[in-house]
């Protein structure tokens, strides 16, 4: 089975600081997808960063970088210079392309909060 | 660009009443469609997913339905509302191909009582 497993479900940090969430998956195949998405407090889910796993280059975008560590099956996200709009909750996952069946596959979530 | 609308908002629903949730999107064609729910302080469980008009797959058995009648056009549906049913209920939507990024909808809350 397809799994996502978050093993901090809260996090704190304070504002201009730098915060890394953890994440790790489990799937047998080769070719999939990852991702962060943030759900602020208006509950829509908005895509943070998307990462290829046959690319070896780390996904930027902006002040959020990953982290991926594809023989160790993992797949963190760091937050630079956090601003309180960050406060939310990130949810991590990914997707195995198998021609046609494919399905996101979501962790439990981090809720972090960025204190001023 | 594109963009997509759920609603209603919020919604609260007796124990049997029946249930359509309608999700649309606009500036894209064709786009493969999905329903979850997240349920609270949990993660989110794909109920139904759309290649085209008329195509749904069902991921969980549940007194849920889903159609969509229209290209852009996806509604979630019950017959008879159970306590369980309740949550948040998002609506997305992604490329043709599968592995494309999932775009959502701002989402429903849904409590029955």
């Known amino acids: 089975a397809q799994t996502v497993t978050q093993s901090q479900p809260e996090m704190s940090v304070q504002e201009a600081e730098t915060v890394t969430l953890s994440c790790t998956y489990d799937t047998s195949e080769n070719n999939y997808y990852l991702f962060w998405y943030k759900q602020p407090p208006s509950r829509q889910m908005i895509l943070v960063i998307r990462q290829e796993a046959y690319k070896q280059q780390n996904a930027t975008e902006n002040r959020f970088s990953v982290n991926f560590q594809k023989a160790a099956k993992s797949f963190s996200l760091k937050i630079s210079d956090s601003q309180l709009g960050d406060t939310a909750m990130y949810f991590c996952?990914?997707?195995?392309?198998?021609?046609?069946?494919?399905?996101?596959?979501f962790g439990k979530g981090t809720k972090l909060t960025v204190n001023p | 660009s594109q963009t997509i609308h759920q609603w209603p908002a919020t919604l609260v629903q007796p124990v049997g009443s029946p249930l359509s949730l309608e999700c649309t999107v606009e500036g894209t064609s064709n786009p493969n469609l999905y329903w979850y729910r997240q349920a609270a302080g949990r993660g989110l469980q794909l109920l139904f997913y759309?290649?085209?008009?008329?195509?749904i797959s069902s991921e969980v058995p549940q007194n849920l339905s889903a159609s969509r009648p229209q290209d852009r056009q996806f509604i979630l549906s019950s017959k008879k509302l159970l306590l369980s049913d309740s949550g948040f209920y998002l609506c997305?939507?992604?490329?043709?191909?599968?592995?494309?990024?999932?775009?959502f909808g701002p989402g429903t809350r849904l409590t029955v009582l």
């Open positions: 996952a990914f997707i195995v392309a198998q021609g046609g069946s494919e399905k996101l596959v």
């Open positions: 759309s290649v085209g008009i008329g195509q």
């Open positions: 997305a939507w992604g490329g043709i191909i599968s592995t494309d990024t999932q775009y």
